[in-house]
């Protein structure tokens, strides 16, 4: 367990809405990630963050924003939902160990947009 | 990691039996790799890991071998049980920081009673 709290879990909502996600993290990471993941591709990275106000685009950023104003929140925004956005998104951090930076997932945030 | 289209590959075994799942990852440059599981409806857990300098790492019930020349990944579950159904997945980084790690997109594991 990653201390990472995705809300809300569940969501439906209207194309051309905004929706926000919310990560939450207790053990101070510096590193946090907001993934996609969609039937027949792998985990794939949205945008990312390295420290407070620090972010950066991934593989899949277009109609994505994010924001990290503290050390424990990092906020996924859709600005103006589209159906091509339904998916389940997953908040991450990584941990360095011995081996390497390992990255640990929250549980899911199921987006549907109608 | 494994290139699918858009139905998982799946592997089907009979409880008892040990299972292996295999990877082939993209980069010859990848120094760490992952396994992961995840159970329908929940978040990837971390399974294994193995640095690049080893060809082989074990844990409870599961091993992980990695063979650099082929660029190959198994995962190896011991005595698998209906609690190991699940879809597997590796993952790959190319370096320091999490944002390089590139993820297949998995192996559906059915385990038999």
């Known amino acids: 367990d990653a201390g990472i709290t995705q809300s809300p879990r569940h969501k439906v909502t209207e194309t051309g809405t905004p929706v926000t996600l919310r990560c939450h993290q207790t053990e101070n990471h510096r590193y946090m990630y907001w993934y996609r993941q969609d039937p027949g591709h792998g985990l794939r990275l949205i945008h990312y963050s390295y420290g407070v106000k620090d972010t950066d685009k991934g593989e899949v950023s277009d109609g994505y924003s994010v924001s990290r104003s503290k050390t424990e929140d990092f906020l996924l925004t859709l600005e103006s939902a589209t159906s091509s956005q339904t998916s389940v998104y997953f908040c991450?951090?990584?941990?360095?160990?011995?081996?390497?930076?390992?990255?640990?997932f929250g549980e899911g945030s199921w987006l549907t947009v109608v | 990691g494994e290139s699918v289209g858009l139905h998982l590959p799946t592997l089907s075994v009979q409880e008892g039996d040990n299972s292996i799942i295999n990877c082939a990852y993209s980069?010859?440059?990848?120094?760490?790799f992952i396994w992961y599981k995840q159970e329908s409806g929940k978040g990837p857990q971390f399974i294994i890991d193995i640095r690049s300098n080893m060809d082989k790492r074990q844990g409870q019930r599961v091993t992980v071998l990695l063979n650099k020349t082929v660029k190959h990944l198994s995962l190896q579950i011991a005595a698998t049980q209906p609690g190991d159904s699940a879809v597997y997945f590796c993952a790959e980084n190319l370096g320091t920081g999490g944002f390089k790690t590139i993820f297949g997109a998995g192996t559906r594991l059915f385990v038999k009673a």
């Open positions: 991450a951090i990584s941990s360095p160990n011995s081996s390497g930076n390992t990255i640990y």
């Open positions: 980069n010859s440059a990848s120094d760490y």
